[in-house]
């Protein structure tokens, strides 16, 4: 009997189990493809698009470049999963049965109850994201003067709060535009989690570029334009840009599945508590032992080879891998410049220059030319 398989997401996750299922799968299942949007963006280069909204047309690539004529592709909002029916619902079409689901949503952002906070912010999860931290930007520092700049504050200084301070300041500079840029962080330091070198790195790299950095002190409640701290002065803003944390989308909300916040729970071989339910990305959270894989584009990347297998094996009942994550290091960029850290098979902890900005262009063309071609990412390769 033929198989339906279908895959929810078109983000890293999604697009590449996509493109592995479509090697593995051959004749044995019918493919389908659902997503809100009908292209993939390469999300980790989309603060990129904060500075010149031009460079979209290269981290965007049809769904056309990547699916097979043989598979199916719908543009639908997944709205919900019936695990015992076996269905995905949607918003305006009608449900779509399986036997095995690949659920590769992504996330949305978290808010953590500050008050005020998602009213009066904006968010970097998609292209449109992005395109409106542009013209908020821009229309902000139309109205200022010199002697009063447009304050952009941005929320959390982890990886994208770090790049997208570093694309404003870029933009800043290339209109020679009155703006103050304000990182808030509410730990002890930026980039939270991560070596002190490559933070005093990152940190250097930011003060140059003329973003202040604020530390130690948690916001308290974000109004229209000024976000109260626990200790610190409030810091008045025309513009909140937030990227301080994940959650699972609501499409997951009462999902019968063993979840937390919306991402559902896997094994390291990306089955959940359904057998017939598989779950990759930011709206997974993966078994790895001491701690889960982390909500990054490269463990997506990673896990999505596997998943991609893991199905076919599972329509076939052959063992199921085990995935392990393997990180390979960390590449930042802010604005024009990047920071490398512990990257595999380098014998330098950290370093920034050309080898860095370029090896993060790398980075980003090779996922472009797995999931296209290389041709598509040499075109790319300006933009990245």
Sequence with gaps: MTENVVVLGAGYAGAGAINKLQSELGGNARLTWIADVDYHLVLHESHRVIRDPNVRSDITFPVEDIADPSTRFIQDEVTGLDVDEQVVELADGDDVDYDYVLVGLGS????????????????LKSLDDALEIHEAVKDASQAATRGEPAQVVIGGAGLSGIQTAGEIAEFRDNHRAPIEIHLVEALEEIFPGNDPE??????????????????DDPITEAKEDVIEFDEGEPLDHDVLVWTG???????????????????????ANFQTSNERVFAIGDSAIIDQGDQPAPPTAQAAWQAAEVAGENISRAIENRPLKTWEYNDKGTVVSVGEKAVAHDVQMLPV????????????????????????????????????
């Design 108 to 123: 949305q952002t978290a808010y953590y109850g500050i008050p005020g906070l998602e009213d009066h912010s904006l968010t």
């Design 198 to 215: 490559v933070q005093q790195a990152l940190r250097d790299l930011l003060e140059d570029a003329g973003v202040q950095i604020h530390t």
């Design 245 to 267: 944390g994940i959650t699972g989308r609501d499409a997951m909300d009462g999902v019968d599945l063993e979840n937390e916040h919306n991402r559902v729970n896997t094994e």
């Design 349 to 384: 902890d950290t370093f920034g220059g050309f080898p860095a900005k370029n090896l993060k262009k790398m980075i980003a063309a090779r996922w472009i030319a797995d999931i296209t071609s290389w041709n598509v990412a040499r075109k790319s390769w300006s933009s990245l």
